[in-house]
């Protein structure tokens, strides 16, 4: 219920953020589009993968929520405030890895130590691949929206 709770408002908040950029509402639509194909044929993927001991439905969206809004929300957070700090050099290098990698298996740690069903459920190395790869796409699909829709404004500010 952790997990959910705070996966649900990091989506509610990058889902925001990504209404408030300044780019044409097609760009939206478009990425929304390209990158939610990209990530249901992930999700076809790990659902194949997951089989033989299918994993709780709200677990899944809970780990796809947690990346695609609470780590990608942080990673942001962090990233730009390393950014400001450090320059941006510094925090591409080491804060963006280090803190996105980190946002994003808290996940994991969190079902493990709030919940017993969490525990009862992460048995095996298959459970963990598939929680991380879920994680991971929900942090892709939210990343590579942000992507397509700044492209539009980084090829603004080119002067060529």
């Given at each position: 219920?952790?997990?959910?709770?705070?996966?649900?408002?990091?989506?509610?908040?990058?889902?925001?953020?990504?209404?408030?950029l300044?780019?044409?509402?097609?760009?939206?639509?478009?990425a929304?589009?390209?990158?939610?194909?990209?990530?249901?044929?992930?999700l076809?993927?790990?659902?194949?993968?997951?089989?033989?001991?299918?994993?709780?439905p709200?677990?899944?969206i809970?780990?796809?929520l947690w990346?695609?809004g609470?780590?990608?929300f942080?990673?942001?957070?962090?990233?730009?405030?390393?950014?400001?700090?450090?320059?941006?050099?510094l925090a591409?290098?080491?804060?963006a890895?280090?803190?996105?990698?980190?946002?994003?298996?808290?996940f994991?740690v969190?079902?493990?130590?709030?919940?017993?069903?969490?525990?009862?459920?992460?048995?095996?190395?298959?459970?963990?691949?598939?929680y991380?790869?879920?994680?991971?796409?929900?942090?892709?699909?939210?990343?590579?929206?942000?992507?397509?829709?700044?492209?539009?404004?980084?090829?603004?500010?080119?002067?060529?």
């Amino acid at each position: 219920i952790i997990a959910m709770v705070f996966s649900a408002l990091g989506f509610l908040i990058v889902s925001i953020l990504i209404l408030t950029l300044d780019s044409p509402g097609y760009t939206r639509i478009v990425a929304f589009i390209a990158c939610g194909l990209v990530s249901l044929a992930g999700l076809a993927f790990y659902r194949w993968l997951d089989r033989w001991e299918p994993e709780p439905p709200f677990l899944l969206i809970a780990a796809f929520l947690w990346g695609a809004g609470f780590s990608t929300f942080w990673a942001i957070v962090v990233n730009d405030f390393n950014g400001y700090l450090f320059g941006d050099i510094l925090a591409t290098v080491i804060s963006a890895p280090f803190g996105e990698e980190g946002f994003k298996s808290l996940f994991m740690v969190l079902v493990l130590l709030t919940s017993a069903r969490g525990r009862r459920e992460l048995n095996s190395l298959t459970d963990a691949l598939i929680y991380a790869g879920i994680v991971g796409l929900g942090f892709t699909f939210v990343e590579d929206i942000l992507y397509i829709v700044r492209a539009g404004q980084t090829l603004s500010l080119i002067h060529i």
